[in-house]
C-alpha cells in the first residue's frame, strides 16, 4: 500500500537557521513528488515537485527538496528560515490520476 | 484563472440537517479531489473525479456522504444527515489536463461544524 511518512510532527527553528523537514515514503516505483505548505486558515500552495532527472529540485521561497530512490526520502530544505515560512508542511506522492496521498504534517515555528 | 472555488467558506449547521458543499475547478482541468482535514486524522482524501465520472469513493467515510460531478465546471459534497464528528475543514483541488501527473490546486476550504 502507498504510504508516506513525515517523522517530525512539530520542529522549532531560529530565524536564520537552516531547516530540513523528512519525509519517506512507501510505493510500488517512484512516485511523483510533492511538497505542499499550509498557512494557518489557508488551503494549500505547491512548495516544488519532483517528476524524473535532477534529483535536487528548486522551489518557491527559497526551498529546495533532494529525491533519494535508496532512501526513499524527499526531505525538504531551506538555508535560512524567516519567520514567514512558519506553517505547515506536507509530503505528498502521487498517484494514478494525480491523486495525492498526504502525510501527516510537519508544523514549523519559528523563534525570532 | 480565480483558481478553484469553494462555498461556502464556513458553514455551522445542527446535527441531522443536510449540508452541502460546492467547488467550482479550475476551467480546463479534468480531475477533481475532496479531501478532509481534521486534527485527528489530518489530510483524507475522500473521492477523486476523472473528466466528471468518479474513480474511487473508497475515502469516503459512510454512506451520509455523497459527491457528484455534473459537469466539468462544478461539483458537490453532501453530507445527509450530519452529525457533529463530521466538524471538519473540506478542501476541493483540481489538476490535469494530460496523463502525466501535474500538481493540484487547492481551493480555501470549507470549515464545517456540526452542533
Known amino acids: 500500500a502507498q504510504s508516506v511518512t513525515q517523522p517530525d510532527i512539530h520542529i522549532t527553528v531560529s530565524e536564520g537557521a537552516s531547516l530540513e523537514l523528512r519525509c519517506n515514503y512507501s510505493y510500488g516505483a517512484t512516485p511523483y513528488l510533492f511538497w505542499y505548505v499550509q498557512s494557518p486558515g489557508q488551503g494549500l500552495q505547491l512548495l516544488l515537485k519532483y517528476f524524473s532527472g535532477d534529483t535536487l529540485v528548486q522551489g518557491i521561497k527559497g526551498f529546495e527538496a533532494e529525491f533519494k530512490r535508496s532512501q526513499s526520502s524527499f526531505n525538504l530544505r531551506k538555508p535560512s528560515v524567516h519567520w514567514s515560512d512558519a506553517a505547515e508542511y506536507f509530503c505528498a506522492p502521487s498517484g494514478g490520476y494525480n491523486k495525492l496521498i498526504f502525510g501527516a504534517g510537519t508544523r514549523l515555528a519559528v523563534h525570532p | 484563472d480565480a483558481g478553484v472555488i469553494q462555498s461556502p467558506r464556513h458553514e455551522v449547521t445542527e446535527m441531522g440537517q443536510e449540508v452541502t458543499l460546492r467547488c467550482k475547478p479550475i476551467?480546463?482541468?479534468?480531475?477533481l479531489f475532496w479531501y478532509r482535514q481534521t486534527m485527528m486524522r489530518g489530510l483524507e482524501l475522500l473521492i477523486y473525479f476523472n473528466n466528471n465520472v468518479p474513480i474511487d469513493d473508497s475515502g469516503m467515510p459512510e454512506d451520509r456522504f455523497s459527491a457528484k460531478m455534473p459537469n466539468a465546471s462544478f461539483s458537490t459534497l453532501k453530507i445527509q444527515p450530519s452529525e457533529p464528528r463530521d466538524s471538519a475543514v473540506y478542501f476541493c483541488?483540481?489538476?490535469?489536463?494530460?496523463?502525466?501527473?501535474?500538481?493540484?490546486?487547492f481551493g480555501q476550504g470549507t470549515r464545517l461544524t456540526v452542533v
Open positions: 476551467s480546463g482541468h479534468n480531475s
Open positions: 483541488a483540481s489538476s490535469g489536463p494530460g496523463h502525466l501527473n501535474t500538481e493540484a490546486f
